[in-house]
């Protein structure tokens, strides 16, 4: 069952109950307007996962002003026209305005509940993969790395790498502004074998070839004297 809460917009109280009575079976939470003032106020209250709009409300294209009202307050909530026009101009003019989906009058119920199903779950599907994306990508002053892809970029350009350089980088993104040991380094990228320290030091030249602007006065990857160093993504002084 379905808990989402979508919002029906017609100035026909028989449509409503239809649209209602069509989603009754799926668990949605449906909300009822008929005008735009009311639309606004319910919107004030609650949040909707979908709109469901017509177009001619008190005034002829009162539905393509409200769903431009709405893509304004939430851009990324699905709106669907159930409308009793029905030329290519009025199927235009509707998707212009911020419809995903227009269906014509009269629909059959369950067509119109397939395609709310359809919209809920493609949304759904949208926003878990923006917000697993954005877990994944590690975004820090003018550097990135793409935990997907296993790409470290600076200024928005694919710094190339070999594979201790990618997990030495990573590492320093993933905790910036620390300091750490030239043991504390080896431990969390080589974790095995008898520590070289000369082998920190020359990765630790490796990357400031190519992540710094003057790898002779670095900025972004610094040392700190007697203790190790530090990953200053910003370039401030430590």
Do not use: C
């Not at 009575?21 to 668990?27: F, N, P, R």
């Not at 606004?40 to 431009?68: C, K, P, T, W």
């Not at 935990?147 to 200024?155: E, G």
């Amino acid at each position: 069952m379905r808990n989402e809460k979508i919002l029906v917009v017609d100035d026909d109280p028989a449509i409503r109950r239809l649209i209602w009575k069509s989603l009754q079976s799926t668990g949605l939470l449906v909300y009822q307007s008929d005008t735009i003032e009311k639309t606004i106020d319910i919107m004030n209250r609650v949040e909707f996962q979908l709109f469901l709009l017509d177009v001619s409300l008190e005034h002829e294209n009162d539905g393509y002003h409200l769903a431009q009202l709405i893509r304004e307050r939430q851009p990324l909530t699905p709106i669907i026209f159930v409308s009793g026009k029905k030329s290519e101009q009025d199927i235009i003019s509707g998707l212009e305005s911020g419809g995903d989906v227009y269906l014509s009058k009269p629909f059959a119920p369950d067509v119109l509940r397939a395609q709310v199903i359809s919209t809920l779950n493609r949304t759904e599907q949208l926003l878990t993969l923006s917000q697993n994306r954005e877990e994944t990508l590690l975004k820090d002053g003018i550097f990135s790395f793409d935990k997907n892809q296993y790409q470290f970029s600076k200024n928005g350009e694919i710094v190339n790498m070999t594979s201790k350089e990618i997990m030495m980088i990573l590492f320093f993104m993933e905790n910036p502004y620390q300091v750490f040991s030239k043991e504390q380094i080896y431990a969390s990228v080589w974790s095995d074998g008898d520590m070289d320290k000369n082998l920190i030091t020359v990765y630790i030249n490796y990357l400031r070839n190519k992540i710094e602007d003057d790898p002779k006065k670095p900025k972004y990857l610094q040392t700190v004297w007697g203790i190790g160093y530090l990953f200053n993504p910003e370039g401030k002084e430590a």
